[in-house]
Every structure is written in C-alpha cells, then in structure tokens.
C-alpha cells in the first residue's frame, strides 16, 4: 500500500480507561471540544465475551457464568491552540457504562447541541453542551436515559438521521447485541419514542447508519457476514437487499457530500466504496491492513476518507474519480496519510471541523493523540 506521508503526534494523554471513540464537536465555534466515550471491565483479567474487546487468539480462559461489569467514562476535552502546539485540557469527565459508540446532533434540537450515546446496559443516552458566559469552559449535562432493552443486550452502534439540514426529522437508529436494529424518534423537548424495532441479523449487529439524503433508507452490518438496505416505509420483515460479503461489516458511512455514496469498513481489511443506485458490488476496493473498525468523511471535502484500522493504526484515504472520453466514470481509493503511533487496537477516529486536526484513540493503551 502506498503511504507518502507520515502524521506525528501533536500531543497525547491517558485515558485511563480503555478508549474506544473520539468526536468532535461539529458546531461553529465549539469545535474545541472533544468528546471520549471509554469502555472497561471491572475484571479484565478473564475474557467473557466478543464484546469485551479481547483477542481471541491463544485465550483459553473459560467463560464465567457472572457476567461482567462493564464500566465507562464520558471525557469531555478542550483543545487549545498556541503557534504550532495544540493541548487538550480535561474539563469533564462522566461515570457511565461501557460506552460503544456515540455521535453529535449535527442540527441543534430545541437550540442544544446534543451528544447520543450508545452503552452496554442497552441505553442510549442524551447529554447537551453548555458552555458559560465566559466562553472559556464547557460541560454536559445528561438530557435523557432511555432504556432499549434489559442488561443482556448491547447497544453497539448509533447514527443520526438529521446530518444533513434536508427535513425536520430527528431520529437515531441503534444496533444491538441480539441482532436487531431500532430507530428512535427525539422530539424537540427531548422525549424518545421507539418508532421500529425489527430483527435485521442472525447474531450481533455491528452497525446501522441512515442514507443522509433519504433517511428513510437505512444500512446495517452484522456478525452473519450480512451487508443490508432497509426502506422504513416498506415492511421490515425483509430488506431491501442482502449483501452476502463472506466476512463482517463493521462500520457504515453515506458521504455526507456527495449523494449516492457510501462506504463500508470489515473485518477483512478492506474499505468498499458502493454506489446506492446499484448495490450489486462495490466500486472500488481499497485494502488497509487492518479490520476497519470506524470511517469518517472529512466534513467539508468530499474525497477524503479517515479510516481507523484496528491492527495497523489510522490513515487518511483519498478518493479519486476520474472520466473516460464516453463520460463513463471510475473509482480508485489509496492511501496518503498514516498515524501509526499508537501502540494497541486502533478503534476512534475523528476529523477536527475547524482545523487541520484529527483525534484518534486506541483501547488497551487507554491514549487519546492529536495529530
């Protein structure tokens, strides 16, 4: 693969918890902050489950019939900018369960900026930004606690519908442990109302994300090696279409910039590129080395890609479209930047929305770094 720039490091701390996910506030003027959701268990000397993020390889332990306590802590950042140094400061930090997954609101609800978060007691939770008079510092403060399901089930993905300013919708589509995906309707004064629940794949799903430009449109990925569409204005006791790929997607993004676009992320090293008007197979491949655990499109241009690759670090995609003399067009997807210091499972990655800045994070290290 070729790699023609190398990132470095502007500056790291310890998460003291293992860290699983970075995000940038995507507001005008609040980009500074920098959310961390965090997952540990109380025991980590014995591996219970696909969920505790263990390696499978050479463990031996047996499975405890207890189940563990998986905790977590929501870190709330502020970075800060002299010359050419940047630091992160912590301002808060929230005891919650383990958290799975989390994204921003990218429309104010009710004038807030809101933070979803997706946790292994299977509840989502709520929290706006508040930042005081003096502009210095922020905090969240918890909206709502809504409950999916009992302890047993794990939510392990979220999404937001409202990227994109195209409706009034403000919905949040969950995959869980048990193979199902529910979306959530959240209303202007925060109350959630479950508007669908279907079982979408025969073990864990890994993840669900909506078509930003038609929200109606839903995709998911899951442990059967299942990559699916969904319509919720049809019956959802089939998809739209089922993508046998013969390995598990692990991460789902539509391009927030270019309509029929979006790219999944799997445990076979690969990044596909698919367009939504023919689902058939993608088109284009891009292998990275490492199971593609998170993607993100850059928030204002629309061919690059931040990849977060479990085993080989973090890398920044370039996505090409060229035309031929008949205007027929073709994709290529290769590598132009890599961040390879950290030292353990590569899992949260974000594009600063102000700077030329990413964060990313890594799980057994428990270390946030700027770059």
């Known amino acids: 693969m070729a790699q023609l720039n190398e990132a470095s490091s502007l500056y790291s701390l310890d998460t003291e918890y293992s860290a699983d996910s970075v995000e940038f506030c995507p507001f005008e003027n609040y980009s500074q902050f920098l959310a961390c959701g965090t997952y540990q268990l109380a025991d980590s000397k014995i591996k219970h489950s696909e969920y505790d993020h263990e390696d499978n390889e050479n463990n031996n332990n047996k499975v405890s019939s207890q189940p563990k306590r998986r ?11 002299n010359e050419s140094l940047a630091v992160m400061k912590e301002t808060q930090r929230i005891e919650t ?21 997706a946790d292994a007691s299977g509840k989502v939770g709520l929290y706006r930004l508040n930042q005081d008079k ?7 403060d918890l909206v709502i606690l809504y409950a999916i399901n009992d302890d047993n089930k794990l939510c392990l993905s979220l999404d937001w519908s409202n990227r994109l300013e195209l409706s009034n919708n403000r919905s949040i589509v969950l995959s869980q442990s048990d193979g199902t995906i529910a979306v959530l309707s959240v209303d202007g004064q925060f109350g959630i109302l479950e508007k669908n629940r279907w079982m979408a794949h025969d073990f864990e799903a890994w993840i669900a994300a909506f078509n930003y430009y038609n929200t109606n449109i839903i995709y998911s990925g899951g442990d059967d090696c299942c990559f699916k569409g969904w319509d919720l204005r049809m019956d959802l006791s089939s998809s739209l279409f089922t993508n046998k790929r013969l390995v598990v997607i692990i991460n789902i993004q539509s391009n927030p910039h270019s309509e029929h676009y979006l790219v999944t992320g799997s445990y076979d090293e690969h990044i596909l590129l698919w367009d939504t008007r023919i689902m058939r197979q993608p088109i284009s491949d891009c292998h990275v080395n490492g199971g593609v655990w998170r993607l993100k499109w850059h928030p204002k241009k629309n061919n690059l890609l931040l990849s977060a690759c479990m085993h080989n670090g973090f890398h920044v995609i370039n996505v090409n479209c060229t035309s031929d003399i008949n205007n027929n067009d073709s994709y290529s997807m290769h590598n132009i930047t890599s961040f390879m210091e950290h030292k353990s499972l590569a899992y949260g990655v974000d594009w600063s929305y102000s700077q030329n800045l990413a964060a990313s994070c890594s799980f057994y290290d428990h270390m946030i770094h700027l770059w």
Not at 71 to 81: A, D
């Open 134 to 140: 003096s502009q210095l510092e922020a905090q969240l």
């Open 97 to 117: 369960s383990a958290i799975l997954d989390m994204k921003w609101s990218h429309q104010y609800i009710h004038d807030q900026m809101i933070l979803a978060l």
């Open 71 to 81: 905790l977590g802590r929501l870190l709330l950042y502020q970075i800060m900018n």
